[in-house]
């Protein structure tokens, strides 16, 4: 099968729109996964046993399962107990909290890594909770981690193909849309191929960026 420039300049415009959808769910996805990472991590250093080790146990549990079993639970299980949502909007929480689990590892670590007299002024002051934790903990620790997330957020992007399991209509599955029409599949995966890697090395750019700028010990 010889390569053919017409049918790449037919298809493009197609893959470009897949490729819109991958990169949102990935933004979308990213969001969900700070929020939540965030979340998991405060929990965990709880100092209530309780919620820490439940919080523990449940972010393993999402950890030790694969990512593609989390996809079908959320978008074709959660609706026989009535929970339903768009395509889009189940592959973006599954995303989201898959990768949650190992931005609350990074949080964990830029947080335990504040120095403790940070906490014990914080005290000192008789700040709330609140106040320490958005005023004095967060501002020191958020920067470190800035590369180590936006790893995540790469390892994400390359992992929405999975998203063409629950209908996705992300970059992957309009090739496979295409190829199967069409009977041809040397143009439209060797593109998926390009478009992934072209976004990839912008993105990984980016990072090197960031690990430049903000990856400094705290002092």
Known sequence: MEWDWSFVQQILPTLLQGLEITVLATLLGSIV??????????????PNRA???????????IRGTPLLVQLYFVFYVLPDIGVKMPALAAGVLALGIHYATYAAEVYRTGIENVPRGQWEAAK???L?????????I????????????ANYLVAM???TPLLS?????????EAKIIANTDYRYLEPMTLVGA?????SLIAITGVRLLEKRYSQPLQ
Request: hydrophobic residues 65%.
């Open 195 to 199: 478009l992934f890697l072209a976004i």
């Open 165 to 173: 399991a629950i209908t996705v209509l992300e970059l992957m599955n």
């Open 51 to 61: 919620l820490s080790r439940g919080t523990s146990a449940a972010v393993s549990f």
């Open 138 to 149: 967060l501002p020191q620790a958020l920067p470190p981690m800035v590369p180590a997330l």
């Open 33 to 46: 996964a700070a929020v939540a990472g965030l979340a998991f991590a405060v929990l965990r250093l709880a």
């Open 128 to 136: 709330a909770p609140l106040q320490m934790w958005r005023h004095i």
């Open 124 to 126: 000192a002051c008789n």
């Open 157 to 159: 992007f390359k992992e």
